[in-house]
Structure formats: C-alpha cells, structure tokens
C-alpha cells in the first residue's frame, strides 16, 4: 500500500480530473474488505491472534487499513502521504470535511466511518502497532464531537498503550486519551484523571510516566482550546474554568516543570514537547517570575535555552526544546518572556549543528508571529488557512524585531557558523512569515542578505541562501521579481561586485587551506594574516593574502549566484530568456 502512488507535484492540490481515478471511492473499499472480513471470519480461512480472531494474516490487513486511509485521503480531495505521520497529519483538516460528510450520509452502525473503526480496532485488540493507532487517533480527533463519547468505557484499554516500549505510539495513545477525556467527560472526572496521571509520572515506570505526562499536557492543551471558543481578548481562558480543575491543573504544570531536569533524556525531552503543546494552546499557568526555585514562566525559559545550548546534551531533546521555546510565545497574549526567548535561540548557533538550526528556525518564525501563528490552531480540524488569530494579537508579534536582528547582525557576523546558523533562520522566517505585512515590506532588504550570503565560503550557506532568493521571488511583485533576476545576472556575468567590510576577525580563508603558522597556530582570520606577516617582516605579504582572498570571495560570489540562478529559473524561465547568451558561455568558459 505505501508504495502504490507515484508521488505528485502539490500533495494538497485538488484532483485535476474525475475520469482516470488512481485509487477506488473510500466507501466502496470499506465495505468490500468488509464484506470479505465477515465472509472468511465463518470459514477456518481466519487467523488466530493470541485470544482474538482476525479476518486475514495480520500483515496484510495491516496493509489493507493504511489502503483504506489512502483512499479517504484521495476522497478527500488530497493526493495520500504515508511517508510520515506528520505528513499525514497535515492533510487530517482536509480529511475532517469528508469524515463529516460520511457520518451526516450514513450515521448507523453499519456505516463506512463505523467499519473503518472496527477494522481498526480488531488490530489494535490483536497485533497493535504505531499505524493502527494513529489512524483511530486520526478518525475520532477530525470528528471529536461525534466520536469521542464512544470511547470513554475504554479509557483503560487506551491508556494501556500510554506504557508501551515505542514512543510514537505512546505519544498516539496519549493524545487520542486526551481527546476522550477533555470533549467527553464532566470537569469533575477530568479534574480526577489529571490527579490521577499526576501520581503516574512518579510511580509507573520510565515508559509509563513518559505516556502520562503526554497526557496532561494534551489534555490541558485540549480543555484550553475548547474554552477559547467565543472567548473575547480580555477574558482569560484559564478564569472559564472551574476552581478545582484550575488547581488540578495548576499542579500537573508544575510537575512536567519539575521534570525539565530529570536524568533520563525520554522524560526530559518529554517534559520540553509537553510544555510546548501546553503552551501553544493557552498561557501556562505559572507566575511569570519567583523568589524562590519554585517553576516559573522565567525558570522554564531558561532551562529550555540552557537544553538548547549544551552540547552535552541529548540532540532529540535539544530540539524538542527548540520547539517548545517558540511555541511558549503562541499561546500567551502577554508573554512577559517573548524578548528572552527570541535572544536565546539567536544566541544558539554551533557548528556542524545543521538539522538543530532548522528546528531553530521554524522555532523562531513561531517566535516572532506569537499569537498571530497558525500552530494555534487545533491541528486536526483547522486548515493554516482557516486560522483566525485573536483580535488584538497582530500587535504583539515581534516579526519586524526578529528581522531587523538577523538582517543587521547575525547574516553579517563575521563568524561563519553564525552567518550559516543566521542564513537558515531567516529562511525558516521568510517562508513561514512571508504574507506578513513587515516581512512584505522588508522583501528587498532580505533579499539583499541572500544575496550577500551567496558569496559566502560555505557551500551550504551558499545553497540556503539560493533557496532563500526562491521564497523571496515567491513572495515578491513583478517588479521586484525583475529586479531580482538582473541582479543575479549581474554577479553571474561579472558587471558586479561585491564588497566586503573587513575586521580583524573576518575570516578570508577555511581553516589550514594555506597552511599554518610557524607556531601551529591557524591562518584564516585578517587579524591571523597580519600578524604572520608583521613576524616575518613582510608587510606586503598582507596585500598578496587580500588579493587571494579577493579571488576567492569573488568565485564565491559567482559560485553562489550560479546556485540562486538555479534556483530562481525553475521559477522565471521566461524573466531569464533574454540573459542566457551572455550567462551561459561565461559558465562553460570558467567550467573548462
């Protein structure tokens, strides 16, 4: 099944045609393994499985499930991924509206969603597995409202799972709980289940309090955003909820606090991914600040930095805590931290830390919308699109801040590991804030950084920033697209240059390229190159260095702009036509 779809262009772009269907109508398939299920379960054809019986050998009707959830996804009007979970989930909005609809068509026992979830379920009773649950996580969270009461006498049975040995499928289990337990039960059994895991977190073992801690903070994410419903901008959301739940609540915050510091990296880095879902759905309800070590909303930002900063510690966790330090500025109108944590993460660039970076930087984009990001949103239910952000929450998003410090700061760092950490940042930035209104007004500048980091020494700085030039000629007018393409020709053709502002820590060249000192040291830095130079009594040594290095940043400079050419006449065949007779015997001219 995961490999019968060739991969499309756009994976939520509509069918373009009815006529050549690729995969079956979803009620049909449905119905027709189930028609089979039923015919074999009287035969000796069916399978035994521990103290339950399956239609199939399990394999395959493991196979047959993740078919039935490709050919709801393709009725639904997207193109199935199974590449991953989070792919999957993406499309789960789109997914919803058909869900909807087949429930409102045929709402019996014997409908197509109902089969679908005894399928489901008669795999998960006998064999489990991460893709069942997911799909049973998937069909009641699109359709909550209708399914989840079903679910509340099998809160044990899900809750079983919240102990398994494999981590994604306790984070299911987890969620697909919560779900149950904040849409289906009273305050009253909520506020008990909470104080209830709260004790799980300390007793069970290792994968059991992983599994509980999982749970509040889906939990509470869920009660949060069912309460920001008509909820107007002065009302908090935590004062709609009854007293002993608040305290309740209160008292699980501050245990997966406490947990930040645990020893074992699965509990740690839980704690950081719980206090990001908590914190993306509604403001933590913690003081901003304490006297004494009590968790505040200030300790938990600086120990989520401090993760983010260690090189000792474990890299999932680095990053579950990068995630968690942007999504604390979602869910919170007045986060008195915002500045903190947007200062934290720019301070966090290291070397050969590339996939840490990316997180990084989506980590920051959700920084800087604050309020205004769509990672507010109910994830299942809720398109990017759809997403309508508070009243008054444009005006606490610190987009124009966090560009004007990667645009005058970090992209022109003389360190090179901060100009690559600073070029990966901005293209997160540009591409998840690129129809903000300063992001729009900034364009230019922010293509000026790209175009400067094209000339950098680091090829893989070189081929962000030719992917940044792509969003921003995404993003630009007409106008500016023409402006953008001229000035790649330029560099390509050699009628521009580019200067360089010089200090004694600039560096000229990699790192033991020319050799070293007498004295072993390194010679890269400007500073480095005078100073053998002034050893030697040669000071005109310093000019014969700069001219090599100007040659060097100048095949950069054409090296990288041939990356953003690339880039950009996927986009603009048509702007670049005129320019290739005088771009392309240049390019074979200095490839031979």
């Known amino acids: 099944a995961l490999r019968t779809l060739k991969k499309l262009e756009d ?6 045609s009815t006529e050549d269907k690729l995969l079956p109508p979803f009620v049909d398939m449905v119905n027709y393994i189930n028609e089979q299920a039923n015919s074999r379960m009287k035969t000796q054809n069916k399978f035994i499985v521990g103290n339950h019986a399956l239609p199939f050998n399990p394999a395959a009707y493991g196979e047959m499930l993740m078919y039935l959830r490709m050919c709801l996804a393709y009725e639904s009007g997207v193109e199935p991924m199974l590449e991953s979970t989070s792919a999957m989930q993406e499309q789960a909005p789109v997914i919803s509206k058909c869900v909807r609809k087949l429930m409102q068509q045929n709402p019996s026992d014997k409908g197509p969603i109902s089969i679908y979830l005894k399928i489901i379920q008669q795999l998960l009773f006998s064999i489990g597995g991460a893709p069942a649950m997911y799909c049973l996580l998937e069909i009641v969270a699109v359709a909550k409202d209708r399914l989840a009461p079903q679910f509340i006498k099998q809160l044990d049975w899900l809750k079983s799972f919240m102990s398994n040995s494999r981590e994604d499928m306790r984070e299911f289990a987890a969620q697909l709980y919560a779900i149950v337990v904040a849409n289906a039960c009273s305050p009253k059994n909520q506020r008990d289940i909470i104080n209830s895991l709260i004790n799980s977190v300390t007793n069970q073992a290792l994968e059991g309090q992983h599994g509980s801690m999982l749970a509040l903070a889906y939990i ?75 968790p505040s909303k200030l300790s938990v930002v600086q120990n989520l930095i401090k993760k983010v900063q260690s090189t000792k510690e474990n890299s999932k966790v680095r990053e579950k805590a990068a995630i968690s330090l942007g999504q604390l500025c979602i869910g919170d109108l007045n986060f008195a931290h915002h500045h903190a944590v947007i200062h934290g993460i720019l301070e966090s660039a290291q070397p050969k830390q590339i996939e840490l970076q990316f997180t990084l930087g989506d980590s920051l984009a959700s920084a800087a919308l604050g309020p205004v990001s769509p990672d507010a949103r109910d994830m299942w239910t809720c398109t990017a699109e759809e997403f309508k952000a508070p009243a008054d929450a444009a005006e606490k998003s610190q987009v124009d801040h966090v560009i004007n410090l990667l645009l005058t700061k970090y992209t022109q760092s003389p360190n090179p590991h901060v100009r690559q950490a600073s070029c990966i940042w901005l ?24 175009m400067r980091l094209l000339a950098d020494n680091d090829e893989i700085t070189q081929d962000i920033a030719s992917k940044g030039l792509g969003v921003v000629y995404e993003n630009c007018s007409e106008e500016e697209r023409k402006g953008l393409v001229s000035s790649l020709v330029e560099t390509l053709t050699g009628t521009q240059r580019k200067t360089q502002q010089v200090t004694g820590d600039t560096k000229l060249f990699d790192e033991g390229s020319i050799g070293k000192a007498p004295d072993g040291s390194s010679l890269s830095t400007y500073k480095e190159l005078c100073s053998i130079a002034s050893d030697l009594n040669q000071p005109d040594l310093v000019y014969k260095f700069m001219h090599l290095a100007n040659h060097n940043a100048l095949w950069n400079s054409k090296k990288g702009a041939a990356f953003g050419f690339s880039t950009i006449a996927a986009q603009a065949g048509e702007q670049l036509a005129p320019y290739l007779h005088k771009i392309v015997p240049k390019q074979i001219g200095r490839a031979s």
């Open 427 to 450: 293209l997160s930035v540009a591409k998840s804030c690129g129809s903000h209104p300063v992001t729009q007004a900034k364009l230019m500048d922010i293509q000026q950084a790209f």
């Open 220 to 294: 509470i994410g869920e009660i949060f955003r069912s309460q920001k419903i008509g909820l107007d901008a002065a009302t908090s959301v935590f004062s709609k909820i009854d007293k002993p739940l608040q305290d309740s609540i209160v008292k699980a915050v501050v245990k997966i606090s406490n947990m930040l510091d645990n020893s074992q990296s699965v509990l740690s880095g839980g704690a950081c991914a719980a206090l990001g879902e908590i914190g993306r759905s509604g403001p933590i309800p913690l003081p901003d600040e304490t006297k004494d070590k009590k």
């Open 11 to 16: 994976p939520f772009a509509p069918k373009k």
